[in-house]
């Protein structure tokens, strides 16, 4: 098919560009808005592999092969015994014809050469390594999808696994806010003293970092709470201000777009 210029610059669906209009499998809808009597409609666009569950699933059964650096190194090590092997194979051939030897016994012995040096049992022996490690591992319960990593966690000396609730724990605490002077004449910005509350008076610009808390986040109402993301719900709860967010009935009947507000 022929590609016009229009095609050529129409914008395609991306899930990374348009992540936040997407909703993924198994999300759970807590809310939808609509104005004007319009329901909200969503269109299924992937189904099975293709879908971003899917293709992790993919990568987990058919994984793409790692290049890790341990097999770099391993490839220009046998590069290198075969370099020197290819010398003494042709050492090994001028040397015994000038000396009168039979061409069978020639091609034995410049053969010789090679085997020694570059042993061909290498790549077995390290398979078989391999191999009894992943056996080992799986007598302790432990499944390895990737047997090629095995290798290289053999260089790992500490390990250290985490939970919420031991090391971390969920959720966020506001403590202290420090603010920042604007910078003039190419100083370095100063920042105000630490205080433990938003306050107007406190922090430079008049408290613009207040407004700026109170109204660039992606909060909602759902059922008379707030929710959103975490960080932006413990500041938005510093600030003090509220959140009114257009009602059903008032979208429903009012013909205009209806708009959030704080104060």
Known sequence: ??????????KHFSIEKHSKHVLFCGTHVLQTRYYRGQKVKAVVLRTGFSTMKGQLVRSIMYPKPVDFRFTKDLFKFVGFLG?????????????????????RRVI???????????PPALPAAMSVGIINAQLRLKKKEIYCISPS?????GAINVVCFDKTGTLTEDGLDFHILRGVMPANDGSEPVFTTETSRMDRTELPLGG?????????????????????????????????WILEEAGADE?????????DMVQ
């Open 149 to 153: 990593t095995i290798n290289t966690c």
């Open 1 to 10: 098919v022929a590609l016009t210029e229009d095609i050529r610059e129409e």
């Open 251 to 259: 979208a429903d009947h009012d013909e205009t777009e209806m708009y």
């Open 208 to 240: 613009e970092l207040v407004n700026a808390i109170a109204t660039c986040h992606s909060l909602t109402r759902i059922n008379g709470v707030l929710h959103g993301d975490p960080l932006d719900l413990i500041l938005f709860q510093q600030t003090g």
């Open 83 to 103: 370099c020197i092997s290819g010398c003494g194979f042709i050492y090994t051939i001028i040397i015994m014809f000038l000396r009168g030897s039979s061409l």
């Open 108 to 118: 034995i012995r410049a053969l010789d050469i090679i085997t020694i040096t570059v």
